[in-house]
């Protein structure tokens, strides 16, 4: 697979792990309680702390809510 198929494939990838995920996480969090969020916190280390910060604007976007990443050490105090 070319890193141009990869690339146009993305879309469909994030709705399939979005379905995916959607029922999993409703039986983690209750609906209410999802609308009562107002911050999400990412964390993480090296690369994960990077797809962190990549990932923050657009999640800020796309929920509306108050979005910050920190490093794991960070986060953990």
């Given at each position: 697979m070319s890193l141009l198929d990869?690339?146009?494939?993305l879309p469909d990838m994030i709705r399939a792990e979005t379905m995916r995920l959607e029922g999993r996480l409703r039986r983690c969090i209750p609906t209410p309680d999802i609308y009562r969020l107002r911050q999400i916190i990412l964390t993480g280390?090296?690369?994960?702390l990077i797809?962190?910060?990549?990932?923050a604007v657009s999640l800020r976007t796309w929920t509306g809510l108050a979005v910050q990443s920190m490093p794991a050490m960070e986060a953990a105090r």
């Open positions: 990869h690339a146009a494939g280390s090296g690369d994960s797809a962190g910060h990549s990932t």
